[in-house]
C-alpha cells in the first residue's frame, strides 16, 4: 500500500472520525516544532502527521485511499473503475502541515489553551508563546425559566427542549438538532438563581460552544408574590372588619388553610406577620420565612343618612 496513514496516525483501518481527530490532536502537539526545535525527525514527523490527518479526515480521499492505496490515492483512479464520484485526479499533499495544524485548531496557536495537557497528559511545555489563536467560547446564552411559587416551594424537574447547531461526523458540517436538558428545581430556589450548562450552544469548527444558563424568575401568583423567604399575601378587608375585628383565612401552597384572627384595629400600612409561613429556605428546607398579610381596607361606596349618624355617634362622641 505504500505509506500507511493509519500507521502514522496510530490507528486501524476503522477508526471513527472522532478518534482520527483525536489522535491528531495529540501527534501533532508532540512533533510540532516549536516543540521540537532542531529535532529534525520530529519535524519530518509533524509532516506525515500532518498529510495523514489531511487525507484520513477527508471522506472522499479516505474512500479512495481505502480502496486503491497510497498508489491510486496520489496517481489519480482510472475512468473505468466504475467508482461513482471517485477522483480522476491525483493527490498531492501542498506540503504547508501549519495550515493543516492551523485549521484544525482554529487559529495561529492553539498551545495556550492545550498547554498543560494533551488528552490527560501533563506533558506539554511550550515557553514563549502566547496561544494568539486558540478557540475563545461565545458569550453565554441566557434564557429565562418561570417557575410557579408552588413549583419552588416543593421543588419539582422542568424538562427544557433547545435546538442547537452540532457538528457532523465529518467535520466541516453541521445540522440542527434538538436536546432535551433536565433541571432539578431545588426547595427555595430564589429568583435569579441560575443554573449552567457548559457548551451546549451551537458547535462550529473554531469555536467553543456557549453555555446555556437558565435564570429562574417567578410566575405571578393569584395570592401570593414573595420577598426573599416571606411570602406577601394581601387580603381585602370591609371597613368596619378594620374597625371591629375579623378573620382572614388564607389557602397555602402546600394545600392547608390557615385561620389568622386580626384583633388590632387595621390602619392604613398595618401588616400582620404569621412565623414560618413563608417560603422553605434553599439552604435548609426545614426552616421557612413569614408569611406577612398586608390588607386593602375596602370603604363603602356610600352611607344612609342614618347609617352615618350611626358612625358619627361611634366615632366622634
Known sequence: MGVDYYSILNLTRSAADADIKKHYRKLSLKFHPDKNEGNHNAIDKFRQVSEAYDVLSDPRKRAVYDQFGEEGLKNGVPVGSGETGAWTQGYTFHGNAEKVFRDFFGGD????????????????????????????????????????????????????????????????????????????????????TRITFPKEGDQGP????????????????????????????????????????????????????????????????????VPGEGMPVSTDPSEKGDLVIEFDIEFPHSLTPEKKDMVRKALLN
Open 109 to 192: 496557536n492553539p498551545f495556550q489553551e492545550f498547554y498543560d495537557r494533551v488528552d490527560g497528559d501533563l506533558s506539554m511545555g511550550f515557553g514563549g508563546l502566547h496561544g494568539r489563536g486558540h478557540k475563545k467560547q461565545d458569550p453565554s446564552i441566557e434564557r429565562d425559566l418561570y417557575l410557579g411559587l408552588e413549583e419552588v416551594f416543593h421543588g419539582c424537574t422542568k424538562k427544557m427542549k433547545i435546538s442547537r447547531r452540532v457538528m457532523n461526523e465529518d467535520g466541516h458540517t453541521s445540522s440542527i438538532r434538538d436536546k432535551i436538558l433536565t433541571i432539578t428545581v431545588k426547595t427555595g430556589w430564589k429568583p435569579g
Open 206 to 273: 473554531n469555536n467553543v460552544p456557549a453555555d446555556i444558563v437558565f435564570v429562574v424568575k417567578d410566575k405571578p401568583h393569584p395570592r401570593f408574590r414573595r420577598e426573599g423567604t416571606n411570602l406577601i399575601h394581601t387580603a381585602r378587608v370591609p371597613l368596619g372588619k378594620a374597625l371591629t375585628g375579623c378573620t382572614v383565612e388564607i389557602n397555602t401552597l402546600d394545600d392547608r388553610v390557615l385561620h389568622i384572627p386580626i384583633n388590632d384595629i387595621i390602619k392604613p400600612g398595618f401588616k400582620k406577620v
